[in-house]
């Protein structure tokens, strides 16, 4: 049994040794189609040349035919069985070798690659024996000479010169004697036959030693993608993917250095926050690295592929510094960093960017990145994408099920609240209505008492429902800011007023507005920012005594906002509660035992509305009955034509939109 590459490599033997020789051998090769012999019908005009006797026979599929040229071509029919047979016959006076083969399936050849057709199986023989040579010469003759019967003549005198006589008559190779000899090695030149053998060997081997490397390098590569997106998927966590997704891809490829950053397409820098780095490789983690100006991102980001410079020293994109500072710039980095060799492989996820992978190879000489290296960066990379959008939609489930949560929490406090808060005034206010209803006799006086604590309870429940829908439209985002330049002076008087027309009845501990008038303008909604500095003043009121003492002042610690602080001399928040204190529905009575008045919601509404406005609200106290400070930040209004903060130049009318609002509200 024999592949098709073995018995191309002994026919083309068996055709050397004829073109190295000096005799003129007979030789016949039948060809199964006419496309295997073409890939051969240079050799056979070098053969002719050696001798008048040669024969080609093929089943032909464009122009093979019947021609006496250099040599003679048959051209067989397409069922003849010669379709399903290789033949070289090669009979000299010193030697004679033939091939005699049928292929197993025949018919598996059509639409192969020359690998699969490489290896296509054929039985039969092949011999240095002069009989059998002799033998299937003369059958061929026969079939030569039954398609060509022009040719009988010619086959006749291959005959005399190559077959003797009475071998033809009797039929009886054994009694035959004329050129018997079978081919002696030592007598004639092997050489080009063995040469050619060895080379065939010799490239049958490099094939697959190189085949075998492919496959390993495959494999590595395999293994390697397979670890790491084992890996990564190990956690839901982006900074713990990123970094062992560099780790294992930078030591699976043995770079100088890998980092990968987030970014997006349009991000002007990024910092560098996960690396890998080989021995002796500095380390550049925390380096904030240029996206808008550096011409190799926006490259990366264009063709939105991964790019790959194998010199950086002579890469034009970075040596034409000259006058562009970007080009520049990505200069000292490329120094800075020791980076030689260089690929940048973005990620993305459904068209959108969400990082790059860097690999820099530090030297001391450049590399050329191979295509199957980027190959496997890119999917690495893909995979990075996928893990990445896993872990932003974990982390978007987990901020659902907290948000949830605090539903949940909101509505069992509600449910808490609607039980005590409204059930309380509610049952005050019908029995003070029945007592009216059904004691006609009740003193005026005491009438009058009824009356006035069912309505002092039907207020505290609107205040209470009115608080919460405040809050719910704030949590639920659809209130519309209405942002402008507002003057804090103003705003503070305002509200001031309005706390000292709500506590008309009772008396307050003094307060000064310590808030000077020439500060620069905030920038926030008028409507809102009385509402919290009223809210601040109220519960300054409710917890300090007469004698005690509220201040308000403003205070300047950035260029970019003021700090506005609310602090008594009341009865003090214990410092664990300081953050609590904004929980919604906190009361550090508890919401029966209330004496104040006040629903628990107020401070939670505040931290809603300065959020809104981009600041930050925070309580201060040094314990029970040392006094509490309530600070919140707010935005310094800039003039955008002149870029300069803007001072009360224009007097906004806060007041105006107050009473906007208090129609709104009845
Ligand atoms: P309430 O309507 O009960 O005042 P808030 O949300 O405004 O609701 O306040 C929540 C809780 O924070 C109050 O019940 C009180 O215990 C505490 N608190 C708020 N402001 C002060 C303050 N100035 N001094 C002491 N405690 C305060």
Known sequence: MYFKASLTALSHAMEDQVLAGSEQPLVIASFQRERFYRQEAQRYRRIAQKSNQVYVLAAPETDFKHRSQDYETIAFDADDPLTKEWHLIVLGKSYASCLICQEKSPNRNQGMTTDMDNNRRFEGIWTFDRQVAQQAANILLKTIVDYRPELAEKAQQARDRYIPSDFLQDGDPQTQEVDNTTWDVTNNNPDPFVQRLVTYLQAGQYKLIKANRSLSAKEHKERLINSVTTAIRLSLDPDEILQVAVQKLGEGLGVCRCLVYRCKETDTTATIEHEFLNQGIPSIKGQTWPLQENPLFQEVVELRDALTIDNATNDPRLSNGKGNPSAQSLQTLVHSCSILSWMLVPIFYSGRLLGMLELHHCGPKPISWKE????????????????????????????????????????????????????????????????????????????????????????????????????????????EWNIEALDLHECVELS???????????????????????????????????????????????????????????????????????????RGIEPKRLETVFDRFYQEEGALRRSTGGTGLGLAICRQIVSGWGGHIWAESQGKDHGSQFHF????YVDQMSSESAYPTITRSPQGRQRARGKRQK
């Open 372 to 479: 199957e290296d980027v190959a496997l960066v890119n999917a690495i990379a893909t995979q990075i994408g996928v893990a990445l959008i896993q872990a932003e939609a974990y982390a978007n489930l987990q901020d659902l099920n907290e948000q949830l949560e605090a539903l949940d929490r909101t509505r069992s406090n509600l449910v808490a609240i609607t039980g005590h808060e409204l059930r309380t005034p509610l049952s005050t206010i019908q029995v003070c209505l029945e007592s009216l209803a059904t004691e006609p006799d009740m003193s005026p006086e005491l009438r009058q008492v009824m009356l006035n604590t069912a309505l002092q309870d039907a207020e505290r429940m609107r205040k209470l429902v009115q608080d919460f829908l405040t809050l719910s439209q704030l949590e639920s985002g659809r209130v």
């Open 496 to 570: 001031l007023s309005n706390v000292r027309a709500r506590h008309k009845e009772t008396p307050l501990p003094n307060i000064e507005n310590l808030v000077m008038e020439e500060l620069p303008l905030v920038k926030a909604d008028g409507e809102w920012l009385v509402e919290v500095l009223a809210k601040l003043l109220d519960n300054a009121c409710k917890f300090t005594s007469e004698e005690g003492k509220i201040t308000i002042e403003v205070s300047c610690h950035s260029p970019h906002h003021l700090e506005v602080t609310v602090a008594d001399t009341g």
């Open 633 to 636: 930040t707010i935005p310094i």
